[in-house]
């Protein structure tokens, strides 16, 4: 004989599975918030370097050799 469960039951152990399957999978889980943090910064330097004025090579290149 089947038990039907309520929406509240039914909240919690989909909870509890998420959670553990989260902890389990903790390695991919960082890899993929890593991967997902640098693609949010690249896309904001793309967008702050199309909001910006265009520069030379020699100008880029002036500004690498005096951080040396």
């Known amino acids: 004989m089947s038990k039907m469960i309520d929406h509240n039951e039914l909240k919690d152990l989909l909870k509890a599975a998420v959670a553990e399957a989260l ?33 030379t090579r020699e100008e880029i290149f002036h500004i690498l050799e005096s951080a040396r």
């Open 23 to 55: 902890e389990e999978q903790r390695a991919l889980v960082k890899e993929i918030v890593e991967e997902a943090i640098e693609e949010i910064a690249l896309a904001r330097a793309i967008d702050e370097g199309l909001e910006t004025k265009p520069t």
